[in-house]
């Protein structure tokens, strides 16, 4: 069987030559990886900032990826498409605009919900118990004020205990308490773990939208971050979220 796209890409990160003939079409250019690259899903084909060259969105079991393919169909390149004169980078932004989130989508009620002044400004979290840079993360997000801050318990497999101190904490009489003190202070919180608990549909929802690590954030624009970011950093995305009218502060 012939490897995917997405996996033969990821695998060689390198020019990649595809099929040969003097292909001049957005169908030929499709036809073409999918004759080089069986089951292969193709979302859109476009053209890009550069003539000749076409955008190229696949889709795998690690999200979209974002190609390049010459107007032949004959060569395809992966990497960065970076603009000189604007210094920005083209293929990442596209990438953030393909994986962006809607937040209204969010099951908030099945999150931990921590409240710092008046919550105006919203925060969704993917996060493991035991992850050293979820605690990192909380860290930072105990800096930030006039924030609600929306956690999904999300304990990997690498972390065999952490599905007990999530079902912990969400079996405690004050979660964003529990949370907090178990993240910041090490106290494992005391008390039963049968409660009802939404970790299944937090874990069914990170795999549809494809969270592979934690911390995992969410801004209310859509906007996607993997890892922990420094509190003066999301101060400053917060307020250019509030600025543009996409804080959720209703």
Not at 181 to 199: E, R, S, Y
Not at 211 to 226: L, S
Request: glycine content about 6%.
């Amino acid at each position: 069987m012939k490897p995917t796209l997405t996996a033969l890409l990821l695998a060689l990160m390198a020019t990649t030559s595809l099929a040969t003939g003097a292909l001049a079409s957005e169908d030929d250019i499709r036809k073409s990886i999918e004759h080089s690259f069986p089951g292969t899903q193709i979302n859109s084909i476009a053209k890009s900032p550069i003539n000749g060259i076409f955008e190229v969105v696949t889709d795998g079991p690690e999200g979209p990826l974002v190609v390049y393919a010459d107007d032949k169909g004959e060569h395809l390149l992966i990497g960065d498409l970076l603009s000189v004169q604007t210094r920005r980078n083209l293929t990442r932004e596209r990438m953030e605009k393909l994986t962006e989130v809607s937040w209204d989508s969010l099951p908030l009620d099945n999150a931990i919900k921590m409240v710092k002044g008046d919550g105006s400004r919203k925060l969704a979290v993917f996060s493991d118990p035991d992850c050293p840079y979820c605690k990192k993360a909380e860290a930072e997000f105990a800096k930030l004020d006039n924030i609600t801050v929306y956690t999904f318990a999300y304990p990997l497999p690498m972390h065999p205990d952490a599905e007990r101190k999530a079902k912990l904490v969400w079996c405690s009489d004050d979660r964003a308490k529990a949370w907090h003190d178990l993240m910041l202070k090490g106290i494992v919180p005391k008390g039963k773990t049968d409660c009802d608990n939404p970790l299944e549909a937090n874990l069914a929802l990170g795999t549809k939208l494809r969270v592979q690590g934690t911390p995992a954030m969410i801004f209310p624009n859509g906007k996607r971050i993997p890892g922990y970011v420094e509190a003066n950093k999301l101060e400053k995305m917060l307020d250019e979220m509030a600025a543009a009218g996409t804080g959720v502060k209703n």
